[in-house]
């Protein structure tokens, strides 16, 4: 069946450093993949989609790597400020009839002054 | 900027009750969907609609019903509340097209079966 794994753990790191979250999947082939943010008590907010052919975005701070072979995404965001404290979410979608996504459970960020 | 907004923030049901959730989304966005959030588990999809009057099951679509009678109003229906349904619950919207729109989310109502 098809599987989103992100890492369950949060990750603590130090203001000004680069966090790096991972998004591994399985028996699932996803023409593009989107990251969004969510914040306690709060809907998940849109950052960045990747497709399939590209290997990498990026938008302001923030990069992501899109790995087919590896069936891998990496979401990177540099100069971390306690602002971006949040939960990250990874969503696959197939890109052929009706969009549905399909979401990992998300990994916390917390970033330390 | 796109709005989706959720009838109730918290919500306290007794097993056995009928529940509506209510998501309006004001951007003439096609696309709706139906999400709940629970702990370990990610954002797992009860029902989604492409149109007015037009529903399909998601992945966990058992003991929920909903309704979309107008394009900007997608209703979830819990028919007989269970304790196995207290989660988070999340409504979201979309442009229709490729496959690779954006869903946009509204605040989530969080909803207590006693």
């Known amino acids: 069946s098809q599987k989103i794994e992100q890492n369950s753990e949060a990750l603590n790191i130090q203001e000004g450093k680069t966090a790096t979250l991972t998004c591994n999947y399985t028996?699932?082939?996803?023409?593009?993949l989107q990251w969004y943010r969510q914040d306690p008590g709060r809907g998940p907010v849109f950052l960045l989609l990747?497709?399939?052919?590209?290997k990498e975005k990026r938008k302001e701070r923030l990069k992501v790597t899109f790995d087919t072979t590896l069936k891998q995404s990496l979401f990177h965001i540099t100069a971390s400020q306690p602002a971006d404290s949040a939960t990250y979410l990874c969503?696959?979608?197939?890109?052929?009839?009706?969009?549905?996504?399909?979401f990992g459970t998300g990994t916390r960020l917390l970033v330390s002054p | 900027d796109v709005k989706v907004t959720q009838s109730s923030r918290y919500l306290v049901k007794r097993t056995g009750e009928k529940v509506f959730l209510e998501c309006v989304q004001d951007?003439?966005?096609?696309?709706m969907f139906w999400y709940r959030q629970d702990p370990g588990l990610g954002l797992r999809l009860i029902y989604f609609?492409?149109?007015?009057?037009?529903?399909e099951k998601g992945d966990i679509p058992e003991g929920y019903s909903v309704s979309r009678e107008k394009k900007e109003r997608f209703s979830l229906i819990l028919e007989s509340a269970s304790t196995n349904q207290t989660s988070m619950y999340l409504c979201?919207?979309?442009?229709?097209?490729?496959?690779?729109?954006?869903?946009?989310f509204g605040p989530g109502t969080r909803l207590l079966v006693l």
């Open positions: 979201a919207s979309s442009l229709p097209g490729g496959g690779e729109e954006t869903q946009y």
């Open positions: 028996n699932y082939s996803p023409a593009y």
């Open positions: 990747i497709r399939e052919n590209e």
């Open positions: 969503a696959l979608g197939r890109g052929t009839g009706f969009q549905k996504l399909v």
């Open positions: 951007m003439d966005h096609e696309n």
């Open positions: 609609s492409y149109d007015v009057k037009m529903k």
